[in-house]
């Protein structure tokens, strides 16, 4: 039959046989001007013809199609589309009496067209096309990885799913970063992949939100909640509340244009109720940071196992152990393997093994026989790796001090201005502090957020952000930075950018961004790492069958000494042979070193003021030759002392020939001075206790070398 032109065709009505194969509704949809669609006399919805091609001139031969099914066939110049859903076909077409351009689009894939001029059999082909243009991207936190073998599980199963662009996880920091396509894939239905296959994901929110969650006290019932919804629902921007009684808790979304946190919660203070911003996504990246969770459960795992070491109970195998068997089940159903397997492996053989030894011991007829059993190294072998997944996550935890004292640097209160004449002043959390505000800084504060000085004039230390060691002078118009700190003077500051875009949050954001990427040799570590588990049961099976075969082969006085200890049987020494092998592989020093590496090498750079933008840049360091320094503040402590001392009479100070003296003790102390009576002594101390009452670093200097010369 011959496929004509509709412009537009209307929905073609299923045939109850046709229906069991299709969806329900339209399985496509016309996008374009004109479109065409293939029929067949046994089922309508089986086939459709797709018209990709602008301005065709009427110079080609229509399109012919035989009947569909099985030998169905296309012929003519065409565009075939590659794809299958539910048993249908679809293929795209040009025709010769159509002058514009339509396509005709799967709503749930978006499947695109290939060119072809040869004839094509109407059956679907697999799919190779990718399935759609547009591209979203989203940040994970991936809890449980271990070793390399773990991120190259996760990677390697998004990595063949159609319509997943790119996977990248960081294993020490527990982050993944996917781009797929969303006509596809949303974030919950990776999370839920990745959570198949025995990870803890959890979706890292987006850095410029519009989201905020506060904490309501005073609410006693459901009208308490309702009014809170109602109220903060009705207030300009405001999208959407969600109020919980039982968490105390309210989730609003808004518009930060319209409407700021400080509003909502002077909002929710009117209605009668204490508000203030939750700190949670602050509080949950600072203990990701720290890796307090997973130093917490695995030092108890621990000191559980040190405790059961020497009364083995199945407790100690079954209870302590668990997670392995759990992560290594989850693991090996999704045909990967991971170091949990290794360590299932080696304590189940260990165990099980000890245990019908035993069993068979107990109904064995000879009262001498004594079976040679391990149950020791199951046990020992789970409180081992156990202390070592608690000293790796101690190790992350010690790695990220640095962020953390970034962190630090940000100051938890701060003091505006709440009228336009700034006479009302008011304390709140930095976190409330938005663009515009007018706030005071007063001496020894720290600035909140990014901004420009209004009225007043101070120094500020800025040796945190900046490493300059002397505090630089700011008046009116100057910019300030958040997170320095004020000295004696007092101003009055616009603030120009808070929260997540001062300079603060971006060396933050940096550093941390750093300890995640991954340097070239580590994809190359991640990739050699999915093969180790593998080749390392090989080993094991490899140890145990060639020590059987030479055991059977080989008298009982060549055999080595392990195979003639009491009760030792040739099958039982072969086992812990081939557990042996597992055991030494457990650490996975290969997946774990280079990351490691990165993100102790940035992280002890950024403790000493060094950014390093990722892996890549640490990886390329390796070839300097030169480095440039811009400032002595780089590389020195940026704290002023004296280094020497030279006395001119006051009268000769500007002719005088200056001579000094970098070696001051007591002998050149006891002299006296020019006018005869002060000893240089007295004189040093009567300097240094001017000095001691001032806040400039030269002044520090002076009164600290005095008091040390002087005590």
Not at 370 to 382: A, E, K, Y
Not at 451 to 462: C, K, M, Q, W
């Amino acid at each position: 039959m011959e496929a004509t032109a509709a412009a537009p065709p209307t929905p073609i009505d299923k045939s109850p046989e046709c229906r069991k194969f299709c969806h329900h509704g339209p399985a496509w949809e016309v996008v374009g001007t004109k479109a065409a669609e293939l029929q067949s006399a046994s089922c309508h919805c089986r086939s459709a013809l797709l018209i990709v091609s602008p301005d065709v001139r009427p110079s080609l031969s229509p399109v012919s199609t035989t009947q569909s099914g099985a030998g169905a066939f296309l012929r003519g110049p065409h565009t075939r589309l590659i794809a299958s859903l539910n048993n249908m076909s679809a293929i795209s077409a040009t025709f010769t009496n159509i002058w514009n351009s339509a396509a005709l689009v799967s709503p749930s894939t978006g499947k695109v067209g290939l060119p072809s001029t040869e004839d094509e059999p109407l059956t679907a082909k697999p799919l190779t096309a990718k399935l759609g243009s547009e591209t979203e991207k989203c940040e994970l936190r991936i809890e449980g990885m271990t070793c390399g073998a773990c991120v190259e599980s996760i990677e390697g199963m998004l990595r063949e799913q159609p319509g997943i662009q790119s996977i990248k996880v960081a294993l020490l920091a527990e982050r993944g970063v996917v781009e797929y396509d969303p006509n596809v894939w949303d974030p919950d239905k990776i999370i839920g992949e990745i959570s198949d296959i025995g990870f803890d994901a959890t979706l890292i929110p987006p850095t410029r939100t519009d989201e905020v969650t506060l904490r309501i006290y005073g609410m006693t019932c459901s009208s308490c909640t309702s009014t809170v919804e109602t109220q903060v629902g009705a207030m300009p921007g405001v999208n959407s509340v969600e109020v919980s009684l039982a968490t105390e808790t309210a989730k609003i979304a808004f518009d930060r244009a319209l409407v700021g946190p400080r509003e909502l919660v002077d909002r929710i203070e009117e209605l009668g109720f204490d508000a203030m911003l939750s700190d949670q996504n602050d509080v949950t990246q600072m203990r990701s940071l720290t890796r307090m969770k997973e130093i917490q459960e695995w030092r108890s795992r621990f000191w559980w196992s040190v405790a059961f070491a020497l009364p083995v109970f199945l407790i100690s195998m079954f209870w302590i152990g668990r997670k392995f068997y759990r992560n290594a089940f989850l693991a090996l159903k999704h045909k990967t393997a991971t170091m949990d397997v290794l360590v299932m492996l080696g304590t189940s053989a260990a165990y099980f093994y000890s245990l019908f030894a035993m069993c068979f011991a107990m109904f064995n007829p000879d009262p001498d026989f004594m079976p040679f059993v391990f149950f020791d190294t199951s046990t020992m072998l789970i409180m081992f790796v156990t202390l070592g997944r608690y000293l790796e996550n101690s190790a992350k935890g010690k790695t990220s001090t640095a962020l953390t004292d970034l962190m630090a640097l940000a100051p938890s209160m701060a003091t505006i201005y709440t009228d336009p004449a700034c006479t009302q002043e008011k304390k709140i959390p930095t976190e409330l502090v938005q663009v515009g505000d007018i706030a005071k800084i007063v001496p020894g504060d720290k600035v909140p957020a990014d901004g420009t000085v209004l009225r007043g004039t101070s120094s500020i230390d800025e040796s945190a952000i900046t490493g300059e060691p002397v505090p630089m002078l700011k008046q009116p118009g100057d910019t300030v930075i958040g997170g320095t700190v004020n000295g004696l003077g007092t101003f009055d500051m616009t603030v120009t950018r808070a929260g997540k875009d001062t300079a603060l949050s971006q060396i933050v954001k940096l550093v941390e961004d750093a300890q995640t990427s991954k340097a070239p040799i580590q994809a190359f570590a991640d990739r050699v790492a999915g093969y180790f588990v593998p080749t390392v049961i090989s080993l094991a099976l490899i140890t145990f069958i060639g020590w059987m075969i030479l055991s059977s082969l080989m008298s009982d006085a060549a055999l080595p000494p392990m195979f003639h200890h009491h009760g030792a049987s040739k099958l039982a020494v072969c086992l812990q042979l081939c557990i042996s092998v597992v055991v030494v592989a457990c650490p996975c020093a290969l997946g774990l070193s280079t990351p490691t590496a990165i993100m102790v090498g940035t992280g002890m750079g950024a403790k000493n003021g060094i950014l390093i933008k990722g892996g890549r840049a640490l990886e390329a360091s390796r070839s300097l030759s030169r480095v440039v320094l811009d400032k002595t503040g780089t590389v020195t402590e940026g704290k002023l002392t004296v280094v020497g001392v030279a006395w001119v009479p006051a009268d000769e100070f500007g002719d005088a020939e200056v001579h000094l003296a970098t070696d001051v003790d007591a002998a050149a102390l006891s002299g006296l001075t020019a006018d005869g009576v002060t000893s240089r002594a007295a004189l040093l101390a009567m300097v240094s206790s001017t000095e001691a009452r001032s806040e400039h670093p030269l002044a520090k200097a002076v009164a600290t070398w005095g008091k040390t010369l002087t005590a």
